[in-house]
C-alpha cells in the first residue's frame, strides 16, 4: 500500500489550502482514513479522520470549524480542506490509512509540507 499526499505549500494566516491523499497498491477497503501533522521539535498529532462510510469524521479541537476532511471511497482518496490557516497550522502533514483484519494495519504517507506565513 502507497500513500502520495499532495497539495501542501506556502500561504499567508487566513488563506486556504486543500491537501490530497492517494491510496494505491491494494484493493482493501480502509476502516479509517486520516490526517495527522508534526510541526518541528513536537510530537506528531491527530488532525482529522473519516471512516469508509463517509459520514463518520473526527477533528482536534485546535482545526474544528476551520478544516473540514472528505472521503471518496470509489477512488480511495480523501482531502483535507483548510480554511482560515494560522501560522501554528505550520507541520509536515501525514496522510494515514488504517484497517483490521485479525490485526491492525496501519500505513503512512511520506508527509507534505504546509508553511503558514503571519
Known amino acids: 500500500v502507497q500513500l502520495v499526499e499532495s497539495g501542501g505549500g506556502l500561504v499567508q494566516a487566513g488563506g486556504s489550502l486543500r491537501l490530497s491523499c492517494a491510496a494505491s497498491?491494494?484493493?482493501?477497503?480502509?476502516?479509517?482514513m486520516g490526517w495527522f501533522r508534526q510541526a518541528p521539535g513536537k510530537q506528531r498529532e491527530f488532525v482529522a479522520t473519516v471512516t469508509s462510510g463517509g459520514g463518520g469524521t473526527r477533528y482536534a479541537d485546535s482545526v474544528k470549524g476551520r478544516f473540514t476532511i472528505s472521503r471518496d471511497n470509489a477512488k480511495n482518496t480523501i482531502s483535507l480542506q483548510m480554511n482560515s490557516l494560522k501560522p501554528e497550522d505550520t507541520a509536515v502533514y501525514y496522510c494515514n490509512a488504517q484497517y483490521v483484519a485479525f490485526i491492525r494495519y496501519n500505513y503512512w504517507g511520506q508527509g507534505t509540507q504546509v508553511t503558514v506565513s503571519s
Open positions: 497498491g491494494s484493493t482493501v477497503s480502509f476502516d479509517t
